[in-house]
């Protein structure tokens, strides 16, 4: 599995991307962050950008038990983990699978541990969209509150277009519906869950339905004037939270 290492402090945070995405797309916020307090360890989840070649046994166990090898490989200790939203669903997976190397999660907009509710026209939408720049570019446009600048487009667009097309299938077919609530019954720590306020994809109320009733002491907060790929447009914002969680820590 591709990652990268980046920064070089004491906190070892892993960072897990969205459906569709890679390891670049958390360069804003990491660029938020103090990067001799920290050590960010960036992967491209199995399937997607340049980890488009390695393709494990595409259930989320087995996505996180790829990544737990992973920490292993990079003597990790322990990890602040933020995954956003297929991510999120990995993180969680993560944290269960290996909790001797899990601290606390931020969640951002993240997939239910449950199926997530997506329509079957929604499903065959991003199913048909596979590959098609013009439409994905669209896609990325339509859930964002925030204009982003083309050359941010222009990555987002291209990370899509890097996906293998049995990971874009087999999440959309396959892993989003999986159901893991049983795995993270008996998790314990830290827990920030973030979404954004305009986001239509992934709620508030989703997610206070789904998620943060699983994590009793859990934070669930809005972020004012963003949708779906909050560290995109909201860097500084979504930052903070980073930041929130190593204080949740002390």
Not at 12 to 41: E, N, Q, T
Not at 131 to 144: A, N
């Amino acid at each position: 599995m591709h990652l990268e290492l980046i920064g070089s402090g004491p906190q070892d945070v892993v960072l897990l991307h969205y459906f569709g995405g890679s390891g670049g797309y958390w360069k804003a916020m990491i660029d938020a962050l103090p990067r001799d307090r920290f050590r960010f360890i960036v992967p491209d989840l199995p399937g997607f950008g340049q980890s488009a070649d390695f393709l494990p046994k595409s259930s989320v166990p087995e996505k996180a038990d790829a990544l737990k090898a992973l920490l292993e490989a990079h003597s990790a200790t322990k990890c602040l983990v933020a995954g956003h939203s297929m991510g999120g669903k990995i993180a969680m997976a993560l944290a269960a699978a290996a909790p001797e190397y899990v601290a606390g999660l931020a969640l951002f907009a993240p997939s239910p541990p449950s199926p997530e509710p997506i329509s079957f026209s929604d499903r065959k939408k991003l199913r048909d969209m596979y590959g098609d720049g013009p439409e994905l570019r669209k896609h990325v446009k339509s859930i964002c509150s925030v204009s982003l600048p083309e050359r941010v487009l222009d990555g987002l667009v291209a990370a899509n277009c890097e996906a293998a097309q049995v990971a874009w299938i087999g999440w959309l077919e396959s892993g989003s519906r999986e159901d893991i609530s049983d795995r993270i019954r008996s998790l314990n720590l830290p827990v920030r869950i973030c979404y954004g306020a305009d986001d239509a994809l992934i709620t508030g109320q989703l997610l206070k339905a789904t998620v943060s009733n699983r994590f009793p002491d859990a934070s669930l907060i809005s972020i004012a004037g963003c949708g779906h790929l909050l560290p995109v447009e909201k860097p500084a914002e979504t930052a903070r939270e980073i930041l929130a969680l190593v204080r949740a820590l002390r």
